[in-house]
């Protein structure tokens, strides 16, 4: 799976330059979707019908069922499927999102490269550069051991202080690791 973050557009709105290139994202068979919003929203764009995205809210949530209950041969269509989609003109939408793809082969992703090339990524519009050799001047990627990865950024639950947690404006509880 691979996921691209195109930030496309100014600070604040996105830029009409770029609409037809994200439109093309979700055209391509690869395409799982794409993440993004608007302030302080966050949704989940599943394609889009004429001058708006369709979204589904991954905040709000369905019925449940109750384990004991299920009968496999029976299970209600209601508790895996919604009826409502959601509408977000594209105006609306904040310029920094995340499409995805998914390429179960190597074939399929030579076959996504090939229409990334064919469709969003020439012209003014271009939403991202494909590149065989990194170039000279993007960083190379820094390699960090597994190893180290794990001393530096875990710690067990009764190593984290809560004694000195604060709250931020949104009610999140904010906890250090000092």
């Known amino acids: 799976s691979s996921g691209i973050n195109a930030e496309y557009g100014g600070l604040s709105e996105c830029n009409n330059i770029y609409i037809d290139n994200v ?20 949704f989940y764009f599943i394609g889009y019908q004429n001058d708006k995205l369709l979204y ?7 019925e449940s069922l109750c384990p004991d209950d299920i009968d496999l041969d ?3 269509d209601e508790t895996y499927h919604t009826k409502k989609v959601d509408l977000l003109p594209w105006d609306q939408l904040d310029p920094s999102i995340a499409v995805a793809f998914y390429c179960k082969t190597e074939e399929s ?3 996504l490269c ?5 469709t969003i990524t020439g012209g003014s519009g271009s939403l991202f550069e494909m590149v065989e050799v990194r170039p000279a001047y993007m960083t190379p990627p820094r390699r960090t051991p597994v190893d180290k990865l794990l ?14 947690a604060a709250s931020d ?4 509880e904010i906890i250090s690791n000092s």
């Open 169 to 172: 404006s949104d009610g999140f």
């Open 74 to 76: 029976n299970i209600p």
């Open 56 to 62: 589904l809210d991954p905040h709000v949530t369905q």
């Open 109 to 111: 992703f030579d076959d």
């Open 114 to 118: 090939q229409q990334f090339q064919d």
């Open 23 to 42: 439109k093309h994202c979700f055209e391509i068979e690869q395409s799982v979707g794409a993440v993004g919003g608007r302030p302080n929203s966050a």
């Open 151 to 164: 001393e530096n950024y875990t710690a067990e639950y009764d190593e984290v202080n809560t004694e000195d």
